[in-house]
């Protein structure tokens, strides 16, 4: 059945961690599948992805904001002598939430990340975070206060109902974050957010799942790692599902739906 009032925002994450992932999410973007994608504004090709934005109008671009599994842009006790960031993002949890006296680093290394990518020229569309650490409860208020007004979408994983613990685990957190945002500047969150289970295999069928599950009225993303997926998935079959389905293809530029609402 068609679902006409359906939107869907498909985002590439981890735009700027390599050259494959950039010219990946490049391929995805030109075929007409992929909207958006998270740039890594400390990733090692980072010049290339901004190339290649600005090579694409139609891209939006937001901030992946990066405090685990990457580079910080400045040295702290939350990082090595190199600035190297955790890389489990588990074990960085930890220690954020344990240790005091990295709250300091964290709310400085959020804010020049923030600066980055406004420096780019890109503009401010949304913001997310590598593997989710943006909803650490230790995280998600400083980058919050610092994305302000400006940006007009935040990436919360709004899973289904679900057996997985992981997926219950960010739920949770996505919720104490929503309860954040209100009161707050006007911001954008999806109803469904799609992606976590499929993490590294969103091949072609795991894709498919992910639009037969929207639901008639719903503003939902997927987002998946275009360049680091184990299959990549298929661009015309999926279209061809979207199509069938009545849903709207939008990004995070576009879209003006109060969170909570």
């Given at each position: 059945m068609p679902l006409p009032s359906s939107r869907l925002i498909v985002t590439g994450d981890d735009f700027g961690a390599t050259s494959r992932i950039n010219q990946a999410i490049?391929?995805?973007?030109?075929?007409g599948?992929?909207?958006?994608?998270?740039?890594?504004?400390?990733?090692?090709?980072?010049?290339?992805?901004?190339?290649?934005?600005?090579?694409?109008?139609?891209?939006?671009?937001?901030?992946?904001?990066?405090?685990?599994a990457g580079q910080a842009l400045q040295p702290s006790?939350?990082?090595?002598?190199?600035?190297?960031?955790?890389?489990?993002?588990?074990?960085?949890?930890?220690?954020?939430?344990?240790?005091?006296?990295?709250?300091r680093d964290l709310a400085g290394e959020i804010a020049a990340q923030f600066a980055a990518f406004r420096?780019?020229?890109?503009?401010?569309p949304y913001w997310d975070g590598h593997c989710h650490l943006h909803l650490h409860?230790?995280?998600?208020?400083?980058?919050?206060?610092?994305?302000?007004?400006?940006?007009?979408?935040?990436?919360?994983v709004r899973s289904p109902p679900s057996g997985n613990i992981?997926?219950?685990?960010?739920?949770?957190?996505?919720?104490?974050?929503?309860?954040?945002?209100?009161?707050?500047?006007?911001?954008?969150?999806?109803?469904?957010?799609?992606?976590?289970r499929y993490s590294g295999r969103m091949?072609?069928?795991?894709?498919?799942?992910?639009?037969?599950a929207i639901r008639p009225g719903q503003l939902v993303e997927i987002y998946y790692h275009p360049g680091a997926e184990t299959v990549e998935p298929t661009p015309g079959v999926i279209l061809e599902a979207i199509r069938r389905r009545g849903l709207v293809l939008c990004s995070s530029r576009t879209v003006r739906t109060p969170a909570g609402a």
């Open positions: 490049h391929r995805a973007y030109d075929c599948l992929l909207q958006q994608a998270s740039l890594m504004v400390t990733g090692p090709a980072v010049a290339e992805a901004v190339r290649i934005a600005k090579q694409c109008p139609g891209l939006t671009v937001g901030l992946h904001l990066t405090l685990c006790r939350a990082t090595d002598a190199n600035r190297a960031l955790p890389a489990s993002p588990l074990f960085a949890g930890l220690r954020y939430a344990l240790d005091s006296r990295l709250e420096q780019l020229g890109l503009g401010t409860p230790k995280v998600f208020g400083h980058a919050a206060r610092t994305a302000g007004g400006d940006f007009n979408y935040v990436r919360l992981l997926e219950q685990v960010f739920n949770q957190l996505s919720a104490h974050a929503l309860r954040r945002l209100k009161g707050g500047p006007p911001v954008t969150c999806a109803d469904a957010v799609y992606g976590l091949n072609t069928e795991n894709f498919l799942a992910c639009v037969r």
